[in-house]
Nanobody
Framework: VQLQASGGGLVQAGGSLRLSCAASGRTFSSSAMAWFRQALGREREFVAG????????????DYADSVKGRFIVSRDNANNAMYLQMFNLKPEDTAAYYC?????????????????WGQGTQVTVSS
């Protein structure tokens, strides 16, 4: 089982980036997925999560207060992928971003709710 995050880079404040998470080894359509981030010297924190759409009519999403209205999480079950569209980036968004998948259709914002983790992709926002 592997999660591969990509799409990070260097962007100026106010810019946009789109992160991708490609899953392989198993199908995650029935699993909740999420993005976390970890800035240098800080603990890893929840950014955004999306529930499974297998058991519910539509996936539900959840965001950290710091990114609400600027980030959008989505998933493509046909391609076993998840995305994070980031708008109006700020220097405080600078961090390594990690994608994660749960063993359950809904999971929360706590790290231990997720069993599968990808490597980080670095996002750097310059002022």
């Amino acid at each position: 089982v592997q999660l591969q995050a990509s799409g990070g880079g260097l962007v100026q404040a106010g810019g946009s980036l789109r992160l991708s998470c490609a899953a392989s080894g198993r199908t995650f359509s029935s699993s909740a997925m999420a993005w976390f981030r970890q800035a240098l010297g800080r603990e890893r924190e929840f950014v955004a999560g999306i529930s499974s759409s297998t058991y519910y009519a539509d996936s539900t999403t959840d965001y950290a207060d710091s990114v609400k209205g600027r980030f959008i999480v989505s998933r493509d079950n046909a391609n076993n992928a998840m995305y994070l569209q980031m708008f109006n980036l700020k220097p405080e968004d600078t961090a390594a971003y990690y994608c994660a998948a749960s063993s359950f259709p809904i999971s929360g914002s706590i790290e231990r709710g997720y069993s599968y983790w990808g490597q980080g992709t670095q996002v750097t926002v310059s002022s």
